[in-house]
């Protein structure tokens, strides 16, 4: 298996543009997180789903932010507008019968 | 919150010494993970050990768990240079982390 897929691995944006970051979790696993990583935060869990059903947002900053998993093998994360503050890297995880989640390589955003 | 957070936060040593992190947490769990990610990249899954487990060994990492202090350790032994990076325990499903112990490794 190719593991978590994201893309893309680098988004350089100016603020007020829309982002969406995109991840593909591993075949057969039902859950599947977004994560936010910055210095001052460290690792902040979004959102996630479980079988494609958002249970838990409560982590999502702002309505700028919102999430989507229209099917068991896609997920979007859109920000819209952009601001400077929202730089961070954004990692998608998926999780399978087992309690290990698998990270994938991580979107660093960079909104100027 | 079920978050784990690791002391100390940073940490270096010369290579093959051992290093210890701990981990403390604030409510039961079923069980406790640790994670290793390097610069750059996603966290990669270390080990887990389960609630009713005191310590468990996978090669070089031994982890123990005190349920009734509510604290995990993480003890990498003989330490090579690859094993610089951070170091996050999750608890709670794993769907928090804490803010992670940085360990650096000197050749």
């Known amino acids: 298996d190719a593991g978590v897929i994201q893309s893309p691995r680098h988004e350089v944006t100016e603020m007020g543009q829309e982002v969406t970051l995109r991840c593909k979790p591993i075949?057969?696993?039902?859950?599947l997180f977004w994560y936010r990583q910055t210095m001052m935060r460290g690792l902040e869990l979004l959102i996630y789903f479980n079988n494609n059903v958002p249970i838990d947002d409560s982590g999502m900053p702002e309505d700028r932010f919102s999430a989507k998993m229209p099917n068991a093998s896609f997920s979007t994360l859109k920000i819209q507008p952009s601001e400077p503050r929202d730089s961070a890297v954004y990692f998608c995880?998926?999780?399978?019968?087992?309690?290990?989640?698998?990270f994938g390589p991580g979107t660093r955003l960079t909104v100027l | 919150s079920q978050q784990g957070e690791e002391d100390p936060q940073a940490l270096s040593i010369q290579e093959g010494e051992n290093a210890t992190m701990n981990c403390s947490y604030k409510?039961?769990?079923?069980?406790l993970q640790w994670y290793r990610q390097n610069s750059g990249r996603g966290l990669v899954h270390l080990i887990l050990?389960?609630?009713?487990?005191r310590e468990k060994h996978s090669g070089r990492l031994r982890v123990t768990l005190d349920t009734s202090k509510k604290s995990s350790s993480l003890l990498i032994t003989a330490s090579r240079a690859a094993d610089t990076a951070s170091y996050f325990c999750?608890?709670?499903?794993?769907?928090?982390f804490g803010t992670g112990t940085s360990l650096t490794v000197i050749p």
């Open positions: 050990i389960r609630s009713n487990e």
């Open positions: 999750a608890t709670g499903n794993q769907f928090y």
């Open positions: 409510t039961s769990i079923n069980n």
């Open positions: 075949s057969g696993h039902d859950y």
């Open positions: 995880a998926s999780r399978g019968s087992s309690d290990t989640q698998y």
